[in-house]
């Protein structure tokens, strides 16, 4: 399978990221109060990351919303959740590999057929790799310098089973979304 990763690279960050967004270039204001809030998430549409994230923001208890006083606006927001589905996504070329690869090897069509499946499934797999650098990209230039840090997370985690180890709950993707003061000390 290492072959195909070779054969057929998805969006890179990199590529997303040229032309930066505008997002990036705009500065925090430092009339901002960048206060403390609580952790947030947004659940995924899915158990892939190429359904991506709704495009709203995270649900918060505080008021006004820690968007509003951490500068991240409605278009700053919709782009990066657009980005991620897009570095989850599989690219074209991706799609003909999964569909041709079987042909290729002479697998029969029942055995084609899931051979077919399984390399989709392996691709879409591999797709946490972009969508995590891609978050790194837009935490140091975007979500720092507001005091704020984004993980991709799946789960979550019931911790409160009595029977055995934490099981999953569901297996969809999530971002979380916390306060990280900035290094600079002003946050």
Same mark, same amino acid.
């Given at each position: 399978?290492? %072959? =195909? ?31 403390? &809030?609580?952790? $947030? ?7 892939? *990351? ?14 006004? #919303?820690? !968007?509003?006083? %951490? +500068? ?7 782009? @990066?959740? %657009? +980005? ?11 799609? =003909? =590999?999964?569909? =041709? !690869?079987? /042909?290729? !090897? ?7 057929? !899931?051979?077919?499946?399984? /390399? +989709? ?12 650098? *891609? /978050?790194? #990209?837009?935490? #140091? *230039? @975007? &979500?720092?310098?507001?005091? $704020? ?8 985690? +019931?911790? #409160? ?21 900035? $290094?600079?000390?002003?946050?």
């Amino acid at each position: 399978m290492g %072959h =195909v990763k070779n054969i057929a690279p998805g969006k890179t960050p990199a590529k997303l990221l040229t032309p930066p967004p505008s997002s990036f270039t705009r500065p925090p204001p430092p009339t901002l109060p960048y206060g403390q &809030f609580p952790d $947030m998430e947004l659940i995924g549409k899915g158990t892939t *990351l190429d359904l991506g994230f709704p495009y709203i923001a995270p649900a918060c208890p505080m008021l006004p #919303h820690p !968007f509003v006083t %951490h +500068d991240v606006n409605e278009d700053d927001w919709r782009q @990066f959740l %657009h +980005d991620i589905r897009i570095a989850g996504s599989l690219s074209p070329m991706n799609r =003909v =590999v999964a569909n =041709v !690869f079987p /042909i290729l !090897f002479g697998f029969g069509i029942i055995i084609g057929l !899931f051979a077919t499946l399984g /390399i +989709d499934n392996y691709m879409r797999r591999k797709k946490k790799g972009p969508v995590t650098q *891609l /978050i790194d #990209h837009w935490n #140091h *230039l @975007f &979500f720092h310098p507001r005091c $704020m840090h984004i993980t991709l997370e799946k789960g979550p985690r +019931d911790r #409160h089973s009595r029977r055995g180890p934490p099981r999953t709950i569901d297996k969809n993707w999530r971002l979380a979304i916390s306060f990280r003061p900035h $290094m600079s000390g002003w946050c």
